[in-house]
């Protein structure tokens, strides 16, 4: 434990992200959208409740990368905590520099543009984070001369807000992987050395495995990564251009000790492919990943989750190892657990587009045979009770109504697997970073007619998964008869809204 109570380097973030989102992760994504239907503070507690902290305002758990750069910073001689938004007064004394991380600072990154752009209404994410970056504790810190660094994957975004830049007094906004810049950036802070604007962290800069330091509080949910980096090589994807690291097992099982001491009992593996986790290039390999699993579930009496995994992964390790219903019976659907969770990407239906955007997203699967394999896989995980929530990229550079029309007939061939499938708009990052981003103006009745079927996809399991899977909690039937609300409301402003935007849309 921390054992100081004065903190020179504060570290947090705005509310929707210091959460357990009532202990499941996807609760989490109600902030990426506006308070539809909802005031915006029951729309707030259903996504983000408040969460439990100690006498200084420490949470009991944290977002992992904000646990990264705490365990970074404390490893080099700073004083230096994860304070909860509420309880940053405390420590305004003390502070020297405040660091403030976020997923998607102004709700530019998916899926949270869509909802913005659909219905109009910014999104809870931004409209608490510059809540909380106008706060009176803020505005004070900064007057006494507090030097403020922001970062996270979302960094980039303040170049996109540069007058809220200004606003804010933000010294310096770090974009990419920081271990191994930060300690040298807070030092310079601490010592009122001039700090530069915007640090990018290149490839070149990416921290060794040694650099990373093991986190020495609880995270949110008890998240831990296992691996970063992705060698498939999408082109609208920004992970792609980092190298593949993965985190040895002790190091793994040191962070679960961590969250379990601190009394989580559950673990999400964070990975952009969990199955490729001391894998072979894009093949996975069995032995490490029962490794992995063996080793977690030693440990983690409560359920495990992935954050992510590759389609085309999870085909071949089935098709060649049978290692999905593997996992699924010997370690994941064990002890009380009744489904796992895993984020996956669709992104096209088209191969066409799949062959020019992201060639080795089927690998080792030609990309012509790209639809096959996610219908595949979407099989696989339904016949192990392994619930995707699947992402679909609208308006990709070089999209034609062809592609659109194929991904329409791949939704409704995944009809009979439960799956919620997000869609989303195309924002330009990764190799296309320069590239427009996708307007609303651009919609055509191809895109309207593809994002109904993904909607009646979506509400049509949703419902099943709630009853059967999810919010089964007795303490979180006040949640559940919300979110029913919730779908019950959509469905109805669906019905309404689909003959207006139709009548509006490019033909
Ligand atoms: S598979 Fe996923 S993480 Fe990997 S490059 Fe493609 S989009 Fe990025």
Not at 124 to 139: G, H, K, P, Q, Y
Not at 226 to 244: A, E, I, N, Q
Request: hydrophobic share 45%.
């Amino acid at each position: 434990m921390i054992d100081v109570t004065s903190y020179e380097v504060v570290i947090t973030s705005d509310r929707t992200m210091m959460s357990n989102h009532h202990g499941k992760e996807f609760l989490g994504f109600l902030a990426t959208g506006p308070a539809v239907g909802l005031p915006e503070k029951l729309w707030m507690w259903l996504a983000a409740p408040k969460i439990k902290v100690d006498g200084e305002g420490r949470p009991i758990e944290a977002p992992y990368g904000l646990r990264k750069i705490e365990a970074k910073l404390i490893d080099a001689g700073f004083r230096a905590a994860v304070i909860d938004p509420d309880h940053i007064h405390k420590h305004l004394d003390g502070m020297k520099v405040l660091m403030v991380g976020h997923h998607d600072f102004f709700a530019y990154g998916p899926p949270s543009n869509e909802w913005w752009l659909i219905t109009g209404e910014e999104p809870v994410n931004r409209l608490s984070f510059m809540r909380f970056m106008r706060s009176e504790t803020v505005r004070k810190a900064k007057a006494k001369g507090v030097k403020v660094i922001a970062g996270g994957p979302a960094a980039w975004q303040w170049l996109w807000e540069l007058d809220f830049w200004r606003e804010c007094g933000i010294d310096v906004v770090v974009d990419g992987e920081a271990e191994r810049v930060i300690v040298d950036l807070v030092r310079k802070a601490l010592d009122g050395e001039e700090l530069p604007n915007y640090v990018f962290v290149g490839p070149a800069d990416t921290p060794s495995i040694d650099e990373i330091p093991v986190i020495k509080a609880a995270s949110v949910n008890g998240l831990i990564e296992v691996m970063r980096g992705c060698p498939r090589g999408c082109k609208f994807c920004s992970v792609t251009l980092r190298p593949l690291r993965f985190i040895p097992l002790d190091k793994i099982e040191k962070e679960i000790l961590v969250n379990i001491k601190s009394g989580i009992t559950n673990a999400i593996l964070h990975s952009e492919d969990v199955l490729l986790y001391g894998g072979d290039g894009i093949k996975p390999r069995p032995e490490a990943v029962i490794k992995l699993h063996e080793m977690v579930r030693k440990h983690v009496k409560g359920s495990i989750a992935w954050s992510h995994a590759s389609l085309a992964s999870i085909k071949y390790a089935e098709d060649n190892f049978k290692l999905i219903s593997r996992l699924a019976s010997e370690y994941l659907l064990t002890e009380g657990q009744n489904f796992l969770g895993v984020e996956v990407g669709i992104e096209t239906g088209s191969p066409r587009l799949a062959e020019i955007i992201m060639p080795a997203k089927s690998a080792p699967y030609p990309a012509s045979m790209w639809p096959e394999v996610v219908e595949d896989s979407f099989r696989i995980m339904h016949e192990n009770t392994i619930i995707p929530a699947a992402t679909l990229i609208i308006g990709l550079p070089g999209e034609n109504s062809y592609d659109v029309v194929k991904t329409a007939e791949l939704i409704d061939k995944l009809r009979p697997y439960r799956s919620i499938i997000v869609p989303m708009f195309f924002v330009p990052m990764g190799v296309l970073k320069n590239r427009d981003w996708f307007k609303k103006q651009y919609l055509t009745s191809d895109h309207i007619d593809l994002m109904i079927r993904i909607v009646n996809h979506t509400l049509y399991w949703a419902e099943d998964i709630m009853n059967k899977f999810y919010l089964r909690e007795p303490y979180l039937t006040p949640l559940r008869f919300l979110l029913k609300l919730f779908i019950q409301y959509v469905k109805w402003r669906l019905s309404r809204l689909v003959p207006v935007i139709e009548a509006t849309t490019h033909r």
